[in-house]
């Protein structure tokens, strides 16, 4: 008799497709659950916008190719930001919900979607928009992009003063207290002095490379 050897445990957000009798393709994703990791199936993936089909022919290319972008990135295994773990997070909440709803009609899994048409709706409206996810990701890694190029052209003690006194907010007197917490005033007066003319080269270096087509120092708000 042959010993029943146990499944491989899938590993995190992994992914499996499905395909009903009618060759309908339904997606599942293994995400943490109430007790570890569950499969659940995925009720919305992204899709192009439709209405710019005809209106639109290049807005339209453009959403296609995000939609397929962002497809890739929530089945992708390897691919792990914290907007997808938001994302999956509350994936699997609202597909528990549907779920004991399913069940509590008396509907089969595997036309559980069909008895509650409502159901993609409410998914598309209360799990995490991976479009505008992706838009706020996009946007930080561009910041991030932005930052480090402005701050190359520094040198270390340089970047760490612009960073505190613009990203941080932090005076001159406080960085050197900060640095020199046991200091008199008159050396930290000193030291805020060094401080100050270390900022201002550093400005004078960023403009000197960058001109009138500088980036925006805000992006240092975001260290």
Not at 28 to 40: E, F, Q
Not at 81 to 97: G, I
Not at 124 to 149: G, I, K
Not at 208 to 216: A, M, V, Y
């Amino acid at each position: 008799m042959a010993t029943p050897t146990s499944q491989p445990q899938p590993r995190p957000y992994a992914s499996r497709c499905k395909t009903n009798s009618t060759g309908q393709e339904h997606w599942h994703l293994y995400v943490p659950s109430a007790k570890g990791w569950a499969w659940i199936e995925l009720l919305d993936l992204p899709r192009p916008d439709e209405a710019l089909r005809d209106i639109d022919p290049e807005a339209y290319a453009r959403s296609c190719a995000q939609a397929k972008q962002l497809h890739n990135q929530l089945l992708d295994p390897d691919y792990v930001e914290p907007w997808k773990e938001e994302w999956c997070r509350a994936a699997y909440v609202l597909y528990r919900q549907h779920r004991n709803a399913a069940k509590r009609n008396d509907t089969s899994y595997s036309d559980w979607q069909d008895a509650l048409p409502a159901g993609r709706e409410l998914y598309a409206h209360q799990v995490v928009d991976p479009e505008q996810a992706f838009l706020e990701a996009e946007e930080a890694s561009q910041s991030r992009r932005v930052l480090a190029e402005i701050l190359l052209p520094l040198t270390e003690q340089q970047r760490k003063y612009l960073t505190l006194s613009l990203g941080d907010n932090m005076s001159y007197a406080d960085i050197a207290r900060m640095e020199h917490p046991d200091a008199d005033q008159a050396e930290i007066n000193k030291v805020a002095d060094a401080v100050r003319k270390s900022v201002t080269r550093a400005m004078n270096r960023i403009h000197k490379k960058f001109g009138h087509t500088r980036p925006d120092l805000d992006s240092l708000g975001g260290v």
